[in-house]
């Protein structure tokens, strides 16, 4: 449909240059501003403490409550014995979009169990979360429940998560409910 030139001069010369809108989206943020800027400068003179900011959480102090499901740092999951459920199948390796997870397999003592990882190590820096190892593995051996979510170093080699790390970690506690989003 053709526009005639009765429609397009009813909007005024304001409308069309949407400084009205732009206005009101300054408005908005500098109200925001102003209101966390007079918050936090009160926090610091110790006024105003059960007062929240806007938006800002005060990290490390305050942190988010991390909900089920997050795909946090990895973790290899032990058989009664203590042994790892890994079956040293390659899945992961082969499916890894990042190609971060490096496995070395060994013949095991246990009859019942073919192979097991002699060798089994994620490179965190490389790593993009993704979670398809944990999906492809078919003995549910490899997990990402951890809730450890900060990774840092001073060392690229304090990124690489070896067997016997990723065996000591631990699955997360139940989330506690919510109460800020």
Not at 7 to 34: C, P, Q
Not at 51 to 60: D, E, F, N, S
Not at 102 to 126: C, M, Q, T, W
Request: glycine share 6%.
């Amino acid at each position: 449909m053709k526009t005639t030139e009765k429609e397009k001069s009813s909007l005024g010369l304001l409308e069309r240059l949407y400084v009205g809108e732009v206005v009101k989206g300054l408005a908005i943020t500098a109200r925001h501003f102003f209101r966390n800027l007079f918050i936090h400068t009160a926090h610091l003179f110790g006024l105003m403490k059960s007062k929240k900011g806007a938006v800002t959480i005060q990290y490390p102090e305050e942190r988010r409550v991390i909900p089920a499901g997050y795909r946090a740092r990895h973790r290899l999951v032990q058989r009664e014995d203590g042994s790892p459920r890994c079956v040293a199948c390659m899945l992961c390796p082969t499916i890894c979009p990042a190609q971060c997870i490096h496995v070395r397999a060994g013949e095991s003592r246990d009859p019942a169990i073919e192979k097991y990882p002699v060798e089994f190590n994620i490179v965190l820096d490389r790593c993009i979360m993704c979670g398809l190892c944990v999906e492809a593995c078919p003995v549910d051996a490899i997990r990402m429940d951890t809730g450890i979510v900060e990774m840092s170093a001073y060392d690229r080699e304090e990124f690489v998560n070896r067997r016997d790390l990723l065996l000591s970690m631990h699955p997360q506690k139940p989330p506690l409910p919510e109460t800020r989003l």
